[in-house]
């Protein structure tokens, strides 16, 4: 069952068209990764899912219903949460304070003068914390952890939303292979877990093709293929434009 789909999604900028066409589908509890050559329409793609932009044309549903034109918050609310390219955490508030804050701000949703307030809240920060391995670090300034750590703890700001659906936009951009290799065991067991299901960008192969349950590849905003990793290691187009193969590759 497609948990996300899109149709002729399609975003133009001012001419420049960063997604053309994009008809694709997500599968409850799949790990499926994005790959594409920078500039091809990654992020821009999940902008279009995520509300963070409107499409110039087609369609984005989540669990069955459009929500084309939805903002950012109202799908987060849904269950499709997500973490950006850049580092999206509050750097001066300590580990713990970051979040508490996400948690107050999804509760604040729901508010009510009875609710159970700031002590539950304690407890689902520390669960939080733990999950993603930061729960020796709750007093420090979030701005001063190492790299590897600000992605981990902006992983447990999205999963406060409690999302059946996560999407990560180079989770391990600027990490080395070992920060990689622990980040992404990371996700993967959270996602077990949780039974999430994942939708990510990745630029290491060796990652994408070793953890993958389906691929599908972006070139110039185009979906060129999407399927199992080895139809998509051996897709002729994909070879040709992406994976360095010129047509005069045996040479
Ligand atoms: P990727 O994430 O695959 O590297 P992006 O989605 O960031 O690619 O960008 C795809 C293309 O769209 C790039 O050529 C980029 O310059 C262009 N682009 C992205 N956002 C904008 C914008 N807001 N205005 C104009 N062009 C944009
Ligand atoms: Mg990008």
């Known amino acids: 069952m497609a948990v996300l789909e899109t ?3 399609t975003k133009d900028f001012g001419g420049f068209v960063a997604i053309n066409d994009v008809s694709f589908s997500l599968e409850k509890g799949e790990k499926h990764a994005i790959i594409g050559p920078n500039g091809a329409g990654k992020t821009t793609f999940f902008n279009l899912i995520t509300g963070h932009l409107e ?3 087609g369609e984005v549903a989540f669990e069955g219903r459009s929500i084309t034109g939805m903002p950012p918050h109202q799908i987060v609310r849904l269950g499709l949460a997500r973490s950006f390219q850049r580092i999206n955490i509050f750097p001066r508030m300590t580990v713990f304070e970051n979040i508490q804050t996400a948690l107050i701000a999804r509760d604040h949703k ?6 159970p307030g700031a002590a539950q809240n304690r407890g689902e920060t520390r669960e ?13 300034i979030a701005g001063e952890l190492s790299y590897g ?8 700001i999205s999963l406060a939303e409690n999302p059946s659906v996560l999407l990560l936009d180079e989770p391990t951009a600027g990490m080395s292979p070992q920060e990689t290799r622990e980040a992404i065991a990371l996700v993967d067991e ?3 877990s949780r039974g999430l299901t994942l939708l990510f960008t990745e630029h290491d192969m060796s990652v994408v093709f070793g953890i993958s349950d389906r691929i599908s590849v972006l070139h110039h905003g185009e979906l060129i293929a999407s399927g199992l990793p080895d139809e998509v290691r051996n897709n ?3 070879r040709r434009v992406y ?9």
């Open 110 to 115: 729901h508010f009510s003068l009875f609710s």
């Open 128 to 140: 939080l914390l733990e999950l993603v391995g930061l729960d020796t670090e709750t007093a420090e």
């Open 236 to 238: 002729v187009e994909v």
């Open 149 to 156: 750590k600000q992605k981990q703890l902006e992983l447990a």
């Open 243 to 251: 994976l360095g193969e010129g047509d005069d590759a045996a040479a």
């Open 55 to 57: 499409p110039s044309r």
């Open 190 to 192: 959270i996602a077990k």
């Open 7 to 9: 149709k002729g999604l």
